[in-house]
Each structure stands twice: as structure tokens, then as C-alpha cells.
Nanobody
Framework: QVQLVESGGGLVQAGGSLRLSCAAS????????RAWFRQAPGKEREFVAA????????YYADSVKDRFTISRDYAKATVYLQMNILKSEDTAVYYC?????????????????WGQGTQVTVSS
């Protein structure tokens, strides 16, 4: 069973930066597209960014485009989310996800594995 573990969350002031990491373990060769989602209090989970295995194609939600960057280290089976120019509305629990197909999808129901989440709090 694939396991995903996020790290890197914390408290940061508006305008600051954080880098989240998501390390995969287990049969990692079975997972392809990796993604980040987030869920703020009282809100539904929303898609943030995704990256394919082949070619490293990326896709972002409009709300984070040009501020967040997703990347992956194939050797470490780790995906990163570099978050810059953070805003108070970025405050949420951030979850990493993985799927067994190499197709980007913003629908979380398409993903097969999930991490436990890491809290990001942006103070204004």
C-alpha cells in the first residue's frame, strides 16, 4: 500500500513563503500523477496543483497560478509545493494525493492515495 506523508506546513505572515513536501513510500512505481489539494474550515476540498509522471506536465488552480510551483524528485518519490506571496485565503489543511493513472484531474475522487494533511496558516 502506498503511503503519502506531508511536511512543511506552519504559520507564516502574508507575503511570505513555505515549501510543502510529500514523500511517498511503498510500491511507488504504481503511482503516476501527483497533486495537492486543500481544505479551509467550513469549505469543501479544492484542487491546488498537479504534476504528471511522464514529462512533468503541471496544472494549477487559477487562485494559485503564478504564486505556487509544484515539482517532483523522481529518485526520492517526493513532490513539493513551493508557495510564494501567501495570502490569508491560502490558510487551509493541505493534502497530497496520488493516482495510478498519469492523467491530471482536478477532481479529488479520481485520486487513489491521500496523505494525512499539513496545516498552513497565513496571518494578515
Amino acid at each position: 500500500q502506498v503511503q503519502l506523508v506531508e511536511s512543511g506546513g506552519g504559520l507564516v505572515q502574508a507575503g511570505g513563503s513555505l515549501r510543502l513536501s510529500c514523500a511517498a513510500s511503498g510500491p511507488t512505481l504504481s503511482i503516476y500523477t501527483r497533486a495537492w489539494f486543500r481544505q479551509a474550515p467550513g469549505k469543501e476540498r479544492e484542487f491546488v496543483a498537479a504534476i504528471t509522471y511522464g514529462g512533468g506536465k503541471t496544472y494549477y488552480a487559477d487562485s494559485v497560478k503564478d504564486r505556487f510551483t509544484i515539482s517532483r524528485d523522481y529518485a526520492k518519490a517526493t513532490v513539493y509545493l513551493q508557495m510564494n506571496i501567501l495570502k490569508s485565503e491560502d490558510t487551509a489543511v493541505y493534502y497530497c494525493a496520488a493516482r495510478r493513472r498519469d492523467v491530471i484531474d482536478s477532481n479529488g475522487n479520481r485520486y487513489d492515495y491521500w496523505g494525512q494533511g499539513t496545516q498552513v496558516t497565513v496571518s494578515s
